[in-house]
C-alpha cells in the first residue's frame, strides 16, 4: 500500500486541508512554498488516464474548488498545478496526485527542482498554513 494510502486511511500522518467522498488534500511535507498542497484520489490509481470517470469529474471539481482559497489564504495571483503522470515523468508516490503551489511573486520554472524544495522546521508550522487554508475554504 502506498503512502496517500495509508493517510486516507488514517494510518499516516497529513495536515488536511479538505476532505470529501472522492478526494483528500493535504500539505506536501516538502513543499516548495508555502501553502504547497497535493490533491489526490482516495482510490488508489496510478495514472490519470485510468481513473474511472466519476473519480476523474470528483477530481478536477475539487481542484476547481480548491485553487482560489489557496491562492487567497497566501496572496497569490497565481499558482503552479501539475501532475507528474508515472515515474518517467517524475511521478515518485504511484498515486494520482495534483500539486497545488499558490505563487505570491513570479518564481521562474525552478519548482521542478528537488533543490527549490524547503523542509520547514517544525509541526506548528504545517499546523499553521492548514488552519489557514482551510479558514479561507469555508469562507
Known amino acids: 500500500m502506498c503512502i496517500f494510502c495509508h493517510i486516507v486511511e488514517g494510518a499516516a500522518p497529513s495536515h488536511k486541508v479538505h476532505e470529501d467522498e472522492h478526494t483528500l488534500a493535504f500539505l506536501d511535507i516538502n513543499p516548495v512554498a508555502d501553502g504547497h498542497v497535493l490533491l489526490i484520489t482516495k482510490h488508489h490509481q496510478q495514472f490519470v488516464e485510468d481513473l474511472p470517470e466519476e473519480l476523474y469529474n470528483a477530481l478536477f471539481d475539487t481542484l476547481k474548488g480548491l485553487v482560489k482559497p489557496i491562492q487567497v489564504a497566501?496572496?497569490?495571483?497565481?499558482?503552479?498545478?501539475?501532475?507528474?503522470?508515472?515515474?518517467?515523468?517524475?511521478?515518485?508516490?504511484?498515486?494520482?496526485?495534483?500539486?497545488?503551489?499558490?505563487?505570491?511573486?513570479?518564481?521562474?520554472?525552478?519548482?521542478?527542482?528537488?533543490?527549490?524544495?524547503?523542509?520547514?522546521?517544525?509541526?506548528?508550522y504545517f499546523e499553521e498554513i492548514a488552519q489557514k487554508i482551510r479558514e479561507e475554504i469555508r469562507r
Open 74 to 124: 497566501f496572496d497569490a495571483p497565481a499558482s503552479n498545478i501539475f501532475i507528474n503522470n508515472g515515474p518517467n515523468a517524475g511521478q515518485l508516490i504511484p498515486h494520482v496526485h495534483i500539486h497545488i503551489i499558490p505563487r505570491p511573486k513570479k518564481t521562474g520554472m525552478n519548482i521542478f527542482s528537488g533543490a527549490a524544495r524547503f523542509r520547514p522546521r517544525n509541526r506548528e
